[in-house]
Every structure is written in C-alpha cells, then in structure tokens.
C-alpha cells in the first residue's frame, strides 16, 4: 500500500477492534478474514488460489455494510439517515470544513479533536445494515474451521454453493 500502509492498518485494526466485541476473537488471530456472502459475488480463483465455500455458523459471522466500509477508509461520516447527512453538513460548513476528511489531514492536526471522535463514532453504522444484497454485505470471520468447509474450488472450476 506505500505511503497509504498506515492509514489502511489504522483502519483494519479499528476494524478488528470493534468486530471482536461482537465476536469474539481468538488470541492467536491478528484480523479477520473477508468473505462474501454469495457465490455470484465471489472472486474466481486464478493460478496458485483457491476459493473455500464454507457453512459457517451464523453466530460467527461478523456482517456489515461493504459500502459504509468505503467511509471508514475514506475518513467520512457516516450518517443515520438523510436528514443526518445534511445536518452534518451543515455543521461542517459552520465550523468552515467542506468535508470530515478535512479534519484527519495534517493540516488540522489537533484542531479538531471532538468531530474526529463523532466520525470514528459514526463507523460502527457500518454494521447496521440498511439494505441486504450480495454487493453491499459482507462476512467477516476470524478462522476457517475444517467443519466448516462445504467445497474447495480450484482455477477453472464453478464457484457454487
């Protein structure tokens, strides 16, 4: 990732963080594993991969909003609802930003402590869900369990449930 390693570590491990108070991580994990939630979205193997299909319990599958991720990587709020939005942009204007972003850059370093932490705050929407397709939603899951795996598909084979 060059000179972006540390803004994309800083947000896995916030990742990593708040996903293991809804299921516990185990100790000898450092992050999750992505995964999809449908065989239609799934990446295709190419040479030396493989893609596992796996029957995982419910109860250890972390779920969010693929989408809202985007904001977490980006540094933007992410709002409630429409009426959130545009009140948070109104906000950001009277405080004389354009956008959250403004305020992780170094030339605010510091300054504004109190809508960093409104932001951050804002990023655990991404586990809430607002409309369930393949595209939007994601799996997170800690480890794959032998138990777990349904297929194991290899370059050129069909990728299914």
Same mark, same amino acid.
């Given at each position: 990732?060059?000179?972006?390693?540390?803004?994309?570590? #800083?947000?896995?491990?916030?990742?990593?963080?708040?996903?293991?108070?809804?299921?516990?991580?185990? +100790?000898?994990? +450092?992050?999750?594993?992505?995964?999809?939630?449908?065989?239609?979205?799934?990446?295709?193997?190419?040479?030396?991969?493989?893609?596992?299909? %796996?029957?995982?319990?419910?109860?250890?599958v =972390?779920?969010?909003?693929?989408?809202?991720? +985007?904001?977490? %990587?980006?540094?933007?709020?992410?709002?409630?609802?429409?009426? +959130?939005? =545009?009140?948070?942009q /109104?906000?950001? !204007?009277? =405080?004389?930003? /354009?956008?959250?972003?403004? =305020?992780?850059?170094?030339?605010?370093?510091?300054?504004f402590?109190?809508?960093?932490?409104?932001?951050?705050?804002?990023? !655990?929407?991404?586990?809430?869900?607002? #409309?369930?397709?393949?595209?939007?939603?994601?799996?997170?899951?800690?480890?794959?369990? !032998?138990?777990?795996?349904?297929?194991?598909?290899?370059?050129? #084979?069909?990728?299914?449930?």
């Amino acid at each position: 990732f060059g000179n972006m390693a540390d803004h994309y570590m #800083e947000s896995y491990a916030w990742f990593t963080k708040i996903a293991s108070t809804m299921v516990p991580k185990p +100790d000898d994990v +450092d992050a999750s594993i992505w995964c999809t939630t449908s065989h239609e979205y799934c990446l295709r193997p190419i040479p030396g991969t493989v893609v596992y299909v %796996l029957d995982v319990p419910e109860s250890q599958v =972390i779920y969010f909003d693929e989408g809202k991720w +985007d904001y977490v %990587l980006n540094r933007i709020y992410i709002p409630e609802n429409e009426e +959130d939005r =545009i009140s948070y942009q /109104n906000h950001l !204007k009277e =405080i004389g930003l /354009n956008n959250s972003w403004d =305020i992780f850059s170094p030339k605010y370093a510091g300054a504004f402590p109190d809508e960093v932490q409104r932001v951050r705050d804002s990023w !655990k929407r991404i586990f809430t869900i607002d #409309e369930w397709h393949i595209y939007n939603v994601c799996g997170n899951i800690w480890e794959i369990r !032998k138990e777990w795996i349904h297929k194991i598909v290899h370059p050129g #084979e069909e990728v299914s449930d």
